[in-house]
């Protein structure tokens, strides 16, 4: 079916492989993320943190360059400790509050637009079921928010491992798939309800909106229900919280909440399932109406 | 050598929505090139097209295509499908042409070919010089056009067309007539056009299927329909002597034709095997009598739909 030829002809080229289909639907949805300049200064701006620690971390291990900014390094390493609290709180926390904003502003637009011009239909008469769809734009949030969590957190362990050395490594090395495992239970817990939200109200500001709504929501009945009751059972509907007694019991350190651990993981495993249980029941060809 | 399979098997399918039996007991093999599914409203078309594209799961039997079950095969299936939706169905804010190389990709095309075929449908179906324009500024007819090149980017050997004329003004819709004929007559692809419009389907479709309250009302071939009914004629004549009208109705009788008279100037033949129109009219001259008009006479696919439905407690 060349261009001047206008006949109809089949295509019996080389096909890719079925399983990795759903990378299309990614790869498409990070292109349209970042067509946007004002989303690309923003996540640019994501990686300024991640810098401004790692030129501490530099300067902790460069008495040269100290000297020349008139620091003494003993002050900056009394200052700057570089270990688990500093990848925890002061590295992780940080960054993922910008992964909120970040799974804000881009997860509605991946799934509400498909589905208020109906596009499903399309999507699913091809070799290509629900699931490949919901992990096609899964996966345009786990780049966009590895980019700026987990992934600057490696880099950073990778270089301070190589200046603290093997006494260093051996005795933080859990930081590390810490950093993973934090980053990827906040994706889900995130980004699942985000999409949900977003599959459900088909319209991108009103879909933030009620994301928005929803954490805030949770946030003043948890603390109402913490101060009321003095119980730790309102930390179960507050995000944050929630994310917070995570971190404490992936990382091994002491957290700020009192919650149990298994509590924590339980409404997070909850809040991930039902989200996916909601978007899934929205991402289909028709709505059957019984 | 094996005989290919039908190209839509349908064995028992029925699909049910709570209490509502949407499809019943559907069964029937149809290997046209182009098959189109008539109904009035609420026939069950829609439902059985995306039941066929593995939307709706059967509540009861099964159907195949190209003899791979739809529930257990569902996904080499659609490989093999194109599909256009009846309704407006797109990507927001992206060009034709990039919502066209997706679709293209998604069905397993890799990226160079995609885009390559993507420009090719776009000319094939007359909206290349639009192909760089965002898809919400297409007009309902160019939607229209757009969606039949999402459906034939990729190839398919199966295309299903549910309402492909909806909205579109005459002009248009005789492009999109035919954009589907030619299709078909490719033989590159089989198409299952679904319509409530019979002179769509009557236009574009060898073997029709008339859904009617989710069952098959009837079943017609058209492509023999049209040469059976092509044996019978209608001839109006002027005879110029006296005789001349019984002497060639006798002479085509002669030929084995059977022979009707509606009145003196007017008869019906029914042609035997063998016998053309050409001997027909050199029995005419033979007899000195002059043809003023010959017709064949169609059963016309409205015919066949109204007889169908009222068939079916004669009610439409």
């Given at each position: 079916m060349a261009?001047?030829?206008?006949?109809?002809?089949?295509?019996?080229?080389?096909?890719?492989?079925?399983?990795?289909?759903?990378?299309?639907?990614?790869?498409?949805?990070?292109?349209?993320?970042?067509?946007?300049?004002?989303?690309?200064a923003f996540f640019a701006f994501c990686f300024a943190w991640p810098l401004v620690l790692l030129g501490a971390m530099y300067l902790r291990y460069n008495a040269e360059a100290l000297a020349l900014i008139n620091l003494d390094s003993a002050d900056l390493l009394e200052f700057v400790q570089v270990n688990t609290w500093f990848f925890q709180n002061l590295f992780l926390r940080a960054q993922l509050y910008?992964?909120?904003?970040?799974?804000?502003?881009?997860?509605?637009?991946?799934?509400?637009?498909?589905?208020?011009?109906?596009?499903?239909?399309?999507?699913?008469?091809?070799?290509?079921?629900?699931?490949?769809?919901?992990?096609?734009?899964?996966?345009?949030?786990?780049?966009?928010?590895?980019?700026?969590?987990?992934?600057?957190?490696?880099?950073?362990?990778?270089?301070?491992?190589?200046?603290?050395?093997?006494?260093?490594?051996?005795?933080?090395?859990?930081?590390?798939?810490?950093?993973v495992v934090v980053s990827v239970v906040w994706l889900l817990c995130m980004s699942l309800p985000m999409l949900a939200i977003a599959a459900w109200v088909k319209w991108k500001p009103w879909a933030r909106i009620v994301f928005m709504g929803a954490i805030l929501t949770g946030t003043a009945f948890g603390s109402f229900y913490k101060e009321f009751y003095d119980s730790w059972l309102g930390s179960l509907v507050v995000a944050f919280d929630v994310t917070d007694a995570l971190s404490a019991s992936v990382f091994g350190t002491q957290g700020t909440v009192q919650m149990p651990e298994a509590a924590a993981w339980l409404a997070a495993a909850a809040l991930a399932s039902l989200s996916a249980a909601l978007l899934y029941r929205r991402v289909r060809a028709f709505e059957v109406v019984k | 050598m094996s005989e290919a399979p039908p190209v839509i098997d349908l064995d028992g399918l029925g699909v049910r929505f709570g209490r509502h039996q949407v499809l019943d007991d559907l069964r029937g093999a149809f290997s046209g090139r182009a098959i189109g599914l008539l109904g009035p409203n609420g026939a069950g078309k829609t439902t059985l097209l995306n039941t066929l594209l593995g939307f709706y799961r059967p509540t009861a039997g099964t159907a195949r295509l190209f003899g791979m079950d739809i529930t257990a095969q569902g996904r080499e299936l659609r490989r093999q499908v194109g599909y256009m939706p009846e309704r407006d169905a797109f990507i927001a804010g992206i060009s034709g042409v990039r919502f066209v190389r997706l679709m293209a990709e998604v069905s397993g095309l890799p990226p160079e070919a995609a885009?390559?075929?993507?420009?090719?449908?776009?000319?094939?179906?007359?909206?290349?010089?639009?192909?760089?324009?965002?898809?919400e500024t297409y007009s309902l007819g160019m939607k229209q056009l757009l969606k039949l090149a999402q459906a034939i980017a990729h190839g398919p050997s199966l295309l299903f067309l549910d309402?492909?004329?909806?909205?579109?003004?005459?002009?248009?819709?005789?492009?999109?007539l035919r954009l589907i004929r030619e299709i078909r007559d490719s033989g590159k692809a089989?198409?299952?056009?679904?319509?409530?419009?019979?002179?769509?389907?009557?236009?574009?479709?060898?073997?029709?299927?008339?859904?009617?309250?989710?069952?098959?009302?009837?079943?017609c071939n058209l492509a023999e329909e049209r040469r059976a009914n092509r044996r019978f004629l209608e001839l109006d004549l002027a005879a110029e002597r006296e005789g001349a009208g019984s002497g060639f109705r006798a002479a085509i009788e002669g030929l084995g034709c059977e022979v009707a008279v509606v009145n003196r100037r007017r008869?019906?033949?029914?042609?035997?095997?063998?016998?053309?129109?050409?001997?027909?009219?050199?029995?005419?001259?033979?007899?000195?009598?002059?043809?003023?008009?010959?017709?064949?006479?169609?059963?016309?696919?409205?015919?066949?739909?109204?007889?169908?439905?009222?068939?079916?407690?004669?009610?439409?």
């Amino acid at each position: 079916m060349a261009v001047y030829d206008h006949g109809y002809k089949g295509y019996d080229g080389p096909l890719m492989p079925a399983r990795s289909r759903f990378l299309v639907i990614s790869r498409y949805g990070l292109r349209d993320v970042f067509a946007s300049r004002l989303f690309l200064a923003f996540f640019a701006f994501c990686f300024a943190w991640p810098l401004v620690l790692l030129g501490a971390m530099y300067l902790r291990y460069n008495a040269e360059a100290l000297a020349l900014i008139n620091l003494d390094s003993a002050d900056l390493l009394e200052f700057v400790q570089v270990n688990t609290w500093f990848f925890q709180n002061l590295f992780l926390r940080a960054q993922l509050y910008l992964a909120f904003i970040v799974v804000l502003v881009v997860g509605p637009s991946l799934v509400s637009a498909d589905l208020r011009n109906r596009a499903m239909p399309l999507y699913l008469s091809r070799p290509l079921t629900r699931t490949d769809y919901v992990l096609g734009k899964l996966v345009v949030l786990g780049v966009l928010v590895s980019a700026i969590t987990w992934a600057p957190g490696l880099l950073l362990f990778a270089i301070q491992a190589s200046l603290g050395g093997r006494e260093w490594l051996l005795e933080h090395w859990r930081v590390a798939p810490s950093m993973v495992v934090v980053s990827v239970v906040w994706l889900l817990c995130m980004s699942l309800p985000m999409l949900a939200i977003a599959a459900w109200v088909k319209w991108k500001p009103w879909a933030r909106i009620v994301f928005m709504g929803a954490i805030l929501t949770g946030t003043a009945f948890g603390s109402f229900y913490k101060e009321f009751y003095d119980s730790w059972l309102g930390s179960l509907v507050v995000a944050f919280d929630v994310t917070d007694a995570l971190s404490a019991s992936v990382f091994g350190t002491q957290g700020t909440v009192q919650m149990p651990e298994a509590a924590a993981w339980l409404a997070a495993a909850a809040l991930a399932s039902l989200s996916a249980a909601l978007l899934y029941r929205r991402v289909r060809a028709f709505e059957v109406v019984k | 050598m094996s005989e290919a399979p039908p190209v839509i098997d349908l064995d028992g399918l029925g699909v049910r929505f709570g209490r509502h039996q949407v499809l019943d007991d559907l069964r029937g093999a149809f290997s046209g090139r182009a098959i189109g599914l008539l109904g009035p409203n609420g026939a069950g078309k829609t439902t059985l097209l995306n039941t066929l594209l593995g939307f709706y799961r059967p509540t009861a039997g099964t159907a195949r295509l190209f003899g791979m079950d739809i529930t257990a095969q569902g996904r080499e299936l659609r490989r093999q499908v194109g599909y256009m939706p009846e309704r407006d169905a797109f990507i927001a804010g992206i060009s034709g042409v990039r919502f066209v190389r997706l679709m293209a990709e998604v069905s397993g095309l890799p990226p160079e070919a995609a885009l390559e075929r993507a420009h090719e449908v776009f000319f094939y179906v007359g909206l290349g010089e639009a192909r760089y324009r965002n898809v919400e500024t297409y007009s309902l007819g160019m939607k229209q056009l757009l969606k039949l090149a999402q459906a034939i980017a990729h190839g398919p050997s199966l295309l299903f067309l549910d309402e492909p004329t909806n909205g579109l003004d005459p002009p248009a819709r005789l492009r999109m007539l035919r954009l589907i004929r030619e299709i078909r007559d490719s033989g590159k692809a089989r198409i299952v056009v679904s319509s409530h419009l019979l002179r769509d389907v009557e236009e574009c479709c060898e073997e029709v299927l008339v859904l009617n309250r989710g069952r098959i009302a009837t079943y017609c071939n058209l492509a023999e329909e049209r040469r059976a009914n092509r044996r019978f004629l209608e001839l109006d004549l002027a005879a110029e002597r006296e005789g001349a009208g019984s002497g060639f109705r006798a002479a085509i009788e002669g030929l084995g034709c059977e022979v009707a008279v509606v009145n003196r100037r007017r008869i019906k033949a029914v042609l035997p095997p063998g016998v053309e129109v050409r001997h027909i009219y050199a029995s005419a001259i033979q007899q000195d009598v002059t043809i003023r008009r010959l017709d064949y006479k169609r059963t016309s696919l409205e015919d066949i739909f109204l007889q169908a439905m009222e068939g079916d407690d004669g009610r439409l």
